[in-house]
């Protein structure tokens, strides 16, 4: 086949995320690619999501995103996609996709190729177009059917892919305890971590490695080492295997959301510490354990620290537990739900 996606690429954001590991593995299946992809310099409008690497041949930028704070302007070069001899045309869906135009793209082909959307956006009111437009709507779980396309017709859930497992030869702790997070979380989602590596430094010796990409933390502790880069997938997973513990910062919001940091990174089998908030709220027990430990407040977050610290069967079976998500729910395996849905699609048209 030949596929076509409309989306953010090689960036910093969960949209891009999921169009690359989907996307990827369509490639590996013998598909051809072709990416549509916002211009570089308006989508660096947008403070989460920045360029990690060059592009590849099959990725064309052709529009410009709706302008930052009021999502005003945006433009798309339709011709692009529509001059494409296509036979799958995936859209990303977005708050900052130009709508309109997007939506222009989807009435020409109506009929003619196969249409699916994936709902990124986490409120109804943030779509500004018709989703029954699309031969099917994509969700990542019950939730965003609920309360984000609920009334629109042909909705199917397909979680968000993760990336395949990828891990070290490291023993736990081998040298010294390590701490890891990267990204570019605003500064207070990072106050529970260090509030509480403050309490228990006293306690362990240890380093919290934190890479940011758009200006270090305003704090200074010994134990605390700070770099400013701009990593790729790769380059995450290099810094994962060198590491103990890793803790993802996450602020609370009343949208549908899922961590793509978090399906980014379980494939690591590192144990992993988030916050109890909606991007976590949807992780399933498996045999009783979570894939990631989810904490409650300051002394949750301080006691199950200690437990993955001291506790080897507990690190086990968050680790097992992590295994057996990822496994289920891998890169592969998620493209090809998507490659049925077509089939489904193409053989009822």
């Not at 490639?27 to 690619?33: E, I, Q, R, S, W």
């Not at 909705?155 to 570019?184: Q, W």
């Not at 959301?257 to 109890?276: H, K, M």
Request: negative net charge.
């Amino acid at each position: 086949m030949r596929i076509g996606i409309i989306s953010r690429w090689n960036a910093t954001c969960g949209v891009s995320m999921h169009a690359e590991l989907i996307g990827r593995e369509f490639l590996k299946m013998g598909n051809d690619l072709i990416v549509f992809a916002p211009f570089i310099q308006s989508a660096n409008r947008w403070w989460h999501h920045k360029i990690i690497r060059e592009d590849e041949d099959f990725v064309v930028r052709c529009y410009e995103e709706l302008m930052p704070p009021d999502f005003t302007g945006g433009w798309f070069d339709v011709n692009a996609v529509l001059n494409e001899d296509l036979d799958l045309l995936v859209v990303e869906s977005y708050e900052s996709l130009p709508y309109k135009y997007v939506e222009e793209i989807v009435k020409r082909l109506r009929g003619k190729i196969v249409t699916i959307a994936v709902t990124h956006e986490g409120r109804r009111e943030d779509i500004k177009y018709d989703l029954n437009l699309f031969d099917a709507v994509v969700v990542f779980d019950e939730r965003y059917k609920r309360e984000v396309v609920h009334g629109y017709q042909n909705v199917v859930v397909i979680p968000y892919p993760c990336h395949p497992i990828k891990t070290g030869n490291r023993r736990f702790a081998e040298d010294l305890l390590t701490f890891f997070s990267f990204g570019r979380q605003p500064v207070g989602e990072y106050y529970d971590f260090i509030r509480v590596l403050d309490d228990l430094a006293s306690r362990y010796e240890f380093v919290y490695r934190v890479v940011r990409s758009d200006g270090l933390l305003p704090f200074s502790r010994k134990w605390l080492i700070q770099e400013q880069r701009r990593l790729t997938t790769e380059q995450v997973y290099e810094y994962l295997n060198s590491s103990d513990v890793h803790l993802i910062p996450k602020g609370n919001t009343r949208r549908v959301v899922v961590s793509s940091t978090l399906y980014q990174c379980l494939g690591a089998l590192v144990p992993t510490i988030v916050p109890n908030t909606r991007h976590f709220e949807i992780l399933p027990e498996i045999d009783g354990v979570k894939p990631a430990i989810v904490y409650k407040d300051l002394e949750d977050l301080k006691q199950k620290i200690i437990r993955v610290i001291e506790d080897e069967e507990f690190r086990r079976e968050v680790i097992n537990s992590a295994k057996r998500y990822v496994e289920e729910n891998r890169s592969d395996k998620i493209a090809s739900k998507f490659i049925k849905l077509f089939n489904v699609i193409s053989c009822t048209a």
